[in-house]
């Protein structure tokens, strides 16, 4: 087997990694840069055979839907299977909608979708899909296993969301391998304070519904578990709010998933309207908002003194230039911080590698793999840089 990450060795997102073994080649996510320039252009991911005509590639595999890991697909060959979540799928053909994209629109309608414990053989290569707790909901760790050897690819993931204890469960069942990719995210990161959970994060919320009549939580769509959470901390009596966009990808969630958790059925969702404006108003409650015009124009509606925006993103969206961000934090008499990460904190990744034993680990998607070898100094620990082939 060999192993060939293609890009993000050294940085966060815009990940391609390819293995390959025998006669058989696959890729697992094609991501674009992330960049806080407004200017940032994302350069074009350049893979033989996948993007253009000089080789084969049997099959692409897709961790999630952040544009980290599937902004390059479009320039995948269309002759090329794509494979993704049945959740992750739908989610991504609801935002290729949103943005009239129809030749991406196109492309997302040809992937083939697995599912959480049901292994595929393409070729020579067997991948057994696990469904993990990240930001992104529908997001997979794979088992990747072929001649004789087993590599555990971890995809973009945490322990600390609702879905996070399952993680340590599915580590143990996987057991032993010979190699682990992972991701790193937080290796660049202070670990001082530890990660709050989402449902810390839920509990805050409830208390913020008792502060303040109307709370606004500026929220990215597709964080979609949090948002359930979310309507769950709103009291009888009281709305959850969004726009017709934001129910419809709730009601995706609920529609795949409602029979795994109460998390995601029975959800109080209103879609708001002009109609219920004064019933909002004498009830309150929270609605989940972007930085747009459109909310903006809501937001203004109620009483100022009576509200509050939470901010529930990543913080560097704040204070990237020409953002539009801190302006519209300015629409209520105040605001305030709500998030917590996406990624898995260093205990995290320790325990991980503590139950799979891996006779190497390659740590990916971080600034500062090289910090992995401070934090498991008796583990086997490689930094290729983008290209490079590891065989194992
Ligand atoms: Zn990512
Ligand atoms: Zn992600």
């Known amino acids: 087997m060999v192993i060939t990450i293609h890009r993000g060795t050294h940085q966060i997102g815009g990940i391609a990694t390819?293995?390959?073994?025998?006669?058989?080649?696959?890729?697992?996510?094609?991501?674009?840069?992330?960049?806080?320039?407004?200017?940032?252009v994302p350069a074009d991911l350049n893979i033989p055979g996948v993007?253009?005509?000089?080789?084969?590639?049997?099959?692409?595999?897709?961790?999630?839907?952040?544009?980290?890991?599937?902004?390059?697909?479009?320039?995948?060959?269309?002759?090329?299977?794509l494979y993704a979540g049945a959740l992750a799928k739908d989610v991504m053909l609801e935002v290729a909608k949103k943005r009239n994209d129809d030749a991406l629109l196109e492309k997302f309608?040809?992937?083939?979708?697995?599912?959480?414990?049901?292994?595929?053989?393409?070729?020579?290569?067997?991948?057994?899909?696990?469904?993990?707790?990240?930001?992104?909901?529908?997001?997979?760790?794979?088992?990747?296993?072929?001649?004789?050897?087993?590599?555990?690819?971890?995809?973009?993931?945490?322990?600390?969301?609702?879905?996070?204890?399952?993680?340590p469960k599915i580590w143990r069942k996987v057991g032993r391998v010979d190699a682990l990719v992972t991701e790193g995210t937080t290796l660049s990161r202070s670990n001082a304070v530890p990660a709050m959970s989402e449902r810390d994060l839920q509990q805050k919320v409830r208390q913020y519904l008792r502060d303040y009549k109307y709370v606004f939580v500026l929220c990215a769509s597709t964080n979609l578990e949090r948002i359930c959470a979310l309507s769950k901390a709103v009291p009888r009596g009281k709305y959850f709010l969004c726009d017709a966009y934001q129910k419809r990808l709730l009601d995706l969630l609920t529609h795949h998933w409602s029979e795994y958790s109460e998390l995601y059925r029975n959800?109080?969702?209103?879609?708001?309207?002009?109609?219920?404006?004064?019933?909002?108003?004498?009830?309150?409650?929270?609605?989940?908002?972007?930085?747009?015009?459109?909310?903006?124009?809501?937001?203004?509606?109620?009483?100022?003194?009576?509200?509050?925006?939470?901010?529930?993103?990543?913080?560097?969206?704040?204070?990237?230039?020409?953002?539009?961000?801190?302006?519209?934090?300015?629409?209520?008499?105040?605001?305030?911080?709500?998030?917590?990460?996406?990624?898995?904190?260093?205990?995290?990744?320790?325990?991980?590698?503590?139950?799979?034993?891996p006779d190497v680990v390659i740590p990916m998607h971080s600034e500062k793999p090289e910090v992995l070898k401070e934090l498991c100094p008796d583990t086997k620990i490689l930094l290729p840089d983008d290209g490079e082939e590891v065989s194992l």
């Open 109 to 167: 309608q040809k992937i083939q979708t697995f599912k959480d414990g049901k292994e595929i053989q393409i070729g020579d290569i067997r991948i057994m899909p696990y469904s993990i707790d990240h930001s992104a909901c529908d997001s997979y760790t794979f088992l990747i296993e072929a001649n004789g050897k087993r590599l555990l690819y971890t995809g973009d993931f945490r322990t600390h969301g609702f879905r996070g204890k399952a993680l």
């Open 51 to 81: 993007t253009d005509g000089n080789g084969a590639c049997n099959a692409v595999f897709f961790t999630h839907y952040h544009g980290d890991h599937v902004g390059q697909m479009i320039r995948i060959r269309d002759d090329v299977p």
């Open 267 to 357: 959800l109080k969702v209103v879609e708001y309207g002009d109609n219920i404006q004064k019933k909002i108003e004498a009830r309150g409650g929270l609605m989940v908002v972007r930085a747009n015009r459109k909310f903006e124009e809501i937001i203004k509606k109620f009483d100022s003194g009576k509200s509050i925006i939470l901010y529930s993103m990543w913080s560097g969206y704040l204070t990237k230039p020409e953002s539009k961000i801190p302006e519209f934090l300015k629409l209520t008499g105040q605001w305030e911080k709500l998030h917590t990460s996406g990624h898995a904190s260093h205990e995290a990744i320790k325990e991980l590698i503590e139950i799979t034993k």
């Open 18 to 40: 390819e293995i390959r073994s025998g006669n058989t080649r696959i890729i697992i996510d094609m991501g674009n840069e992330l960049s806080l320039d407004p200017n940032f």
